[in-house]
Every structure is written in C-alpha cells, then in structure tokens.
C-alpha cells in the first residue's frame, strides 16, 4: 500500500494554500507552484488509474490512492 492517499494530497494542498495566506511569513510563490505542479502530477496519475481500471473492466483500482473502506482501494461499477 502506498504511505500517501488522496487525502493527504488535499491536506498538503490546504497546507500550501494557508501558507500562502500567512501575512507574517508568506510562502514563497515559487514553491507554491511547484507543489501546485507536483500535485496536478498525481492527479493526472490517478486519473490514468481509473481510466485503465474502466478499459480493462475491472471493479477496483488496487494502488490504495484512492480509499475504501474495506481494503484501500477505489471501487467502480459497484
């Protein structure tokens, strides 16, 4: 199983967006863009995941990105 799933993607995304807000210590713009970057990566992977589970006719997507309650994974056609 993978240690980050989407939540924590949305986590660190909430993160960056309050960091940027701060008026004593601002993120940096550049950085900001950069996880913006970097997550907008993941999303796009995640998508290529459902994509494949779709084309293939499966039920589950195993990666455990996306969460389940019962084993981690994402269920579709169900």
């Known amino acids: 199983m993978p240690k980050n799933k989407i939540e924590d993607l949305r986590n660190h995304l909430f993160a960056t967006m309050e960091a940027l807000l701060d008026e004593e210590k601002p993120l940096e713009l550049d950085r900001a863009k950069a996880i913006a970057d970097?997550?907008?990566?993941?999303?796009?992977?995640?998508?290529?995941?459902?994509?494949?589970?779709?084309?293939?006719?499966r039920s589950r997507a195993s990666s455990g990105f996306f969460p389940d309650s019962n084993n981690g994974s994402l269920l579709l056609n169900e």
Request: glycine share 0%; charged share 25%; proline share 0%.
């Open 38 to 57: 970097i997550a907008q990566v993941i999303v796009n992977s995640a998508k290529v995941e459902v994509d494949y589970v779709k084309a293939t006719e």
